[in-house]
């Protein structure tokens, strides 16, 4: 297995336009969460999905949306792009979308998409 | 609200030297607190977390609910630590698998 898969790579991308991210999750994982990470900073969670359900969501603007399909892999729709988008996005699978008693629910991370807005 | 705190940036050490590494966190309940790395030219990958009490490639971090601290620390620096270290917590059991991250600490191991 080669891991969780993203793609693009790279992105460029101009003021307003509109982007959308992709990623694979691990075979098996049924829960997707994205990330935005700004130069700098840490990961920031923006959303997560399980079976193709809305399970957590960050402080992010409704420009941001995502959705998880019958496969598991989900896409990062975002709108209206603005300078301060520009961030690695990652994606994160996850063998289920809640952590049972006792058990830890790891996370594992996709190499991420470098989106640049000019 | 929920919120984790690297205070160094950097932090340079030498080979054979202790290394620590800074967390504070702020939750409202008991979170479940986490060490992230990440070599480079890879992945953010989980290096170890506070419940199963393991030491993972030489390092240790104990939670102190009372600092509200989770520091990692390894007693012998080596040259293949050198990475960025980022601390996260994540709510308790039943909920979803948010993470918060801190800024992130990179860690320099020098000859």
């Known amino acids: 297995d080669a891991g969780v898969t993203q793609s693009p790579t790279h992105l460029i991308k101009t003021r307003g336009q509109h982007v959308t991210l992709r990623c694979s999750p691990i075979?098996?994982?049924?829960?997707v969460s994205w990330y935005q990470q700004v130069l700098g900073q840490g990961p920031q969670f923006i959303f997560q999905?399980?079976?193709?359900?809305?399970?957590g969501r960050g402080n992010f603007p409704d420009r941001f949306s995502a959705r998880q399909f019958p496969n598991y892999s989900s896409e990062l729709n975002v709108n209206a792009l603005l300078l301060g988008d520009s961030a690695l996005y990652l994606c994160?699978?996850?063998?289920?979308?809640?952590?049972?008693?006792?058990?830890?629910?790891?996370?594992?991370f996709g190499p991420g998409t470098r989106l640049t807005v000019l | 609200a929920q919120r984790v705190t690297q205070p160094e940036k950097l932090l340079s050490v030498f080979k054979g030297a202790p290394v620590e590494l800074k967390c504070n966190y702020s939750?409202?309940?008991?979170?479940?607190l986490f060490w992230y790395v990440q070599y480079s030219r890879q992945r953010l990958q989980l290096l170890l977390r506070?419940?199963s009490r393991e030491s993972i490639k030489g390092f240790t971090a104990d939670l102190n609910k009372g600092e509200t601290s989770f520091h990692l620390k390894k007693p012998f620096a080596q040259e293949e630590d050198s990475a960025m270290y980022y601390c996260?917590?994540?709510?308790?059991?039943?909920?979803?698998?948010?993470?918060?991250f801190g800024t992130g600490t990179r860690l320099q191991v020098t000859l």
């Open positions: 939750y409202s309940g008991s979170p479940e």
């Open positions: 506070h419940i």
């Open positions: 075979s098996g994982h049924k829960s």
């Open positions: 994160a699978s996850s063998p289920r979308g809640v952590r049972a008693s006792g058990t830890y629910n790891e996370q594992f």
């Open positions: 996260a917590l994540s709510p308790p059991t039943g909920t979803a698998s948010k993470l918060t």
């Open positions: 999905y399980y079976e193709k359900e809305e399970r």
